[in-house]
């Protein structure tokens, strides 16, 4: 059998048979013939945790301090896109200082989730490293400072949330309490650190080596006239779509899949899209700070990219965004008469969506007059990403036939890793097998060791 008959018949399978943290349990199967792609599933087996229907029936009140526990790491995205949802179905727009501070809890979070996944999550892929531990045997300085530097995220959210981890003082309207002037300013040591280390940083990020590799992605993110994104905006694409957040239905659309409990969502006109750091930076780049488009230049980084590899310098860039939008925020603070707004009782339906670090997460909930919940539609950016990732993996396949098991099977994992921290952790867990076609020698199956499966609640 000559080299090229045997390339077209042998099989290449990857198989992540177990994630960790993709709002519970799933796995990744990528199966080819030759250079040809013949299966990709980005699998979701854990039963549902049925939030929404959860939320039936519940005051509206309670909606943000439940929806928030569902993703530890990315509370305050669920806080505000609740918030916005029920205020939306009241007629209310919070604006001025409490504005301002939803704005600098969001800077928290993006800070200490971007440098969850840049630091510890995503980086170790680009170094051959199988965690952050053995990254920190050789670059200590960096997982240190990155360290140091989501901490700094960590305090701007305990001090505005009350702790870091699903936090209990934001309510439908504002906050239960409001921050002193002395409380926040107490944040600006630290994030004028940070602000002095990412400089570090980002020298360390441009050395960073990344496939060659780009696609032809919908971004779609919101957009605001003159910020870039948090919690307001149009929802934009860069083919076309441009729509208020209360039309994502009627442009929007979640199908279950047959290996999956977890929904796909697709655009009904044109199928898959992608949401997240690539998507706003490429459809919000002037909306950026002078500092952070300088960041931007600094990383080699230009609009447009398509390179998904990339987004961890993305992230590297919203989170200097963010530092110097927190400093600005924290400084110009005067302290409102009162830590919330009146929201009216009132039947309706509401419509909310802000900017997780991951992308555009949408609520919509139905309110009766006495503000009990009738119906919940939560769409979350890891749902509305799968398409695309599949996407990636079916497009990376045909790349991944000449290189070595073992760097196909990371290839295959960076992939994944690209796009949503939730997952990064998981995917180390894999098994890469090269099955040959009827009368080959069989190749020797390659087990990996398998990491303990670490829960993120």
């Known amino acids: 059998?000559?080299?090229?008959?045997?390339?077209?018949?042998?099989?290449?399978?990857?198989?992540?048979?177990?994630?960790?943290?993709?709002?519970?349990?799933?796995?990744?199967?990528?199966?080819?013939?030759?250079?040809?792609?013949?299966?990709?599933?980005?699998?979701?087996?854990?039963?549902?945790?049925?939030?929404?229907?959860?939320?039936?029936?519940?005051?509206?009140?309670?909606?943000?301090?439940?929806?928030?526990?569902?993703?530890?790491?990315?509370?305050?995205?669920?806080?505000?896109?609740?918030?916005?949802?029920?205020?939306?179905?009241?007629?209310?727009?919070?604006?001025?200082?409490?504005?301002?501070?939803?704005?600098?809890l969001y800077c928290g979070e993006w800070i200490e989730s971007h440098g969850l996944h840049v630091f510890l999550l995503h980086a170790p892929d680009f170094f051959g490293c199988e965690d952050a531990f053995e990254m920190a045997r050789k670059h200590g300085d960096v997982v240190r400072a990155g360290l140091r530097i989501k901490k700094a995220g960590n305090a701007i959210i305990e001090?505005?949330?009350?702790?870091?981890?699903?936090?209990?003082?934001?309510?439908?309207?504002?906050?239960?309490?409001?921050?002193?002037r002395e409380e926040l300013r107490a944040l600006l040591p630290e994030i004028e650190w940070s602000l002095g280390a990412m400089g570090d940083v980002m020298r360390w990020a441009r050395a960073l080596p990344f496939p060659d590799f780009e696609r032809d992605y919908e971004f779609v993110a919101l957009r605001h006239p003159d910020e870039y994104p948090f919690c307001e905006g149009r929802l934009v694409s860069n083919k076309g779509l441009d729509i208020?957040?209360?039309?994502?239905?009627?442009?929007?659309?979640?199908?279950?899949?047959?290996?999956?409990?977890?929904?796909?969502?697709?655009?009904r006109a044109r199928g898959a899209y992608l949401c997240g750091p690539l998507?706003?930076?490429?459809?919000?780049?002037?909306?950026?700070?002078?500092?952070?488009?300088?960041?931007?230049?600094?990383?080699?980084?230009?609009?447009?990219?398509?390179?998904?590899?990339?987004?961890?310098?993305?992230?590297?860039?919203?989170?200097?965004?963010?530092?110097?939008?927190a400093r600005r925020l924290v400084l110009a603070y005067e302290p409102p008469d009162r830590p919330f707004v009146e929201v009216p009782l009132r039947a309706g339906v509401g419509h909310g969506?802000?900017?997780?670090?991951?992308?555009?997460?949408?609520?919509?909930?139905?309110?009766?007059?006495?503000?009990?919940?009738?119906?919940?539609?939560?769409?979350?950016?890891?749902?509305?990403?799968?398409?695309?990732?599949e996407d990636d993996l079916r497009a990376i396949g045909p790349t991944l036939v000449d290189l070595p098991r073992r760097d196909a099977t990371r290839r295959a994992e960076l992939a994944v890793r690209n796009h949503d921290p939730c997952i990064s952790c998981s995917t180390h867990l894999i098994d890469l097998r090269m099955q040959p076609s009827r009368g080959q020698d069989p190749e020797p199956s390659a087990t990996f060791p398998r990491a303990s499966r670490p829960r993120t609640t």
């Open 279 to 325: 998507a706003r930076f490429n459809l919000c780049f002037d909306r950026l700070g002078d500092a952070a488009r300088g960041a931007a230049r600094d990383l080699g980084l230009e609009v447009p990219c398509r390179n998904p590899f990339k987004s961890i310098l993305v992230r590297l860039v919203e989170m200097v965004h963010a530092f110097h939008e």
């Open 159 to 180: 001090r505005l949330g009350g702790r870091s981890i699903h936090p209990v003082n934001v309510r439908v309207g504002g906050f239960y309490r409001l921050p002193t």
């Open 353 to 389: 969506c802000t900017e997780a670090p991951r992308g555009a997460l949408y609520h919509r909930y139905s309110i009766a007059d006495d503000g009990t919940i009738l119906d919940a539609c939560i769409v979350p950016p890891t749902s509305q990403n799968l398409r695309s990732i």
């Open 1 to 104: 059998m000559t080299r090229a008959s045997a390339m077209k018949s042998k099989t290449l399978r990857i198989d992540v048979d177990l994630l960790a943290r993709v709002e519970g349990e799933g796995g990744v199967l990528l199966r080819m013939t030759g250079r040809t792609v013949d299966e990709v599933q980005v699998r979701i087996f854990e039963p549902p945790r049925l939030f929404e229907a959860l939320l039936r029936g519940r005051s509206r009140m309670e909606a943000p301090d439940i929806t928030s526990r569902i993703c530890g790491i990315c509370p305050v995205a669920y806080l505000m896109s609740s918030c916005h949802a029920m205020e939306d179905a009241a007629g209310v727009r919070v604006d001025g200082p409490l504005r301002d501070l939803r704005r600098l």
């Open 244 to 267: 208020p957040v209360r039309e994502y239905g009627d442009h929007f659309l979640e199908e279950q899949v047959p290996y999956s409990t977890a929904l796909h969502a697709r655009l």
